[in-house]
């Protein structure tokens, strides 16, 4: 028998021993894993991967929007006694003190935008209270050009442009209130806020609200 015969002869057993051998190894540190089931088992490898830790943190609430800046307006004009009497109103005109509304800036800087456009020139924002909605009161305001003698007119202290008509009645339900003018996904509009005649905050729509007894 040759060299290269007996080498390759003896290769070939050392593979068959080595087949042979692995799968009883594996056998037996199977056995001793769980040859104990009240012991501790003992590991199979010496090094466990690493732990994945996960770290929840609490959602952030949005914060509040900001107060818009107010200014108080003045007052502009007043109906007398007698504007009241005819226009036939069972009320008495309001002096100066409790006559009073605000404008934010916002409403202000809008009130004269609209007012530098040749159809609105010399327009004012007229609001009023009417019975209706779901709270009893519900707010109404449009563009005029007109005023009755038994309005109240307010204007911005540093705005000319930014003018507010009020009749007597509304003025009653609106004292204290301040005029704002806000932007939302849904558009665009004037509306009222902190007034000191409503209850709370009224309906989520901002037009409907309640009157304090």
């Not at 003045?74 to 309001?94: G, M, Q």
Request: net charge neutral; charged share 20%.
């Amino acid at each position: 028998m040759s060299l290269t015969t007996t080498t390759t002869a003896m290769i070939r057993q050392s593979s068959r021993l080595a087949r042979t051998a692995l799968p009883c190894l594996c056998r037996r540190q199977l056995v001793a894993h769980f040859a104990t089931p009240n012991s501790y088992p003992v590991p199979l490898f010496d090094k466990l991967p690493p732990r994945r830790t996960f770290v929840s943190t609490r959602p952030r609430r949005a914060a509040p929007a900001p107060t818009p800046t107010a200014t108080q307006a003045v007052l502009r004009r007043s109906p007398t006694a007698e504007d009241i009497e005819n226009a036939e109103l069972d009320l008495e005109p309001l002096g100066q003190t409790d006559a009073q509304l605000a404008l934010t800036e916002r409403a202000a800087d809008q009130l004269r935008r609209i007012c530098s456009q040749n159809d609105h020139s010399g327009s004012a924002l007229r609001v009023s209270v009417e019975s209706g909605g779901c709270h009893g009161y519900q707010y109404k305001m449009e563009l005029t050009q007109e005023s009755a003698p038994e309005d109240y007119e307010f204007g911005h202290p540093l705005v000319a442009q930014a003018r507010v008509v009020v009749d007597a009645v509304s003025l009653n339900l609106l004292r204290g209130s301040t005029i704002d003018f806000a932007t939302e996904l849904i558009g665009s509009s004037f509306r009222v806020i902190d007034n000191p005649q409503a209850v709370g905050a009224g309906c989520g729509c901002g037009v409907s609200w309640e009157a304090k007894a």
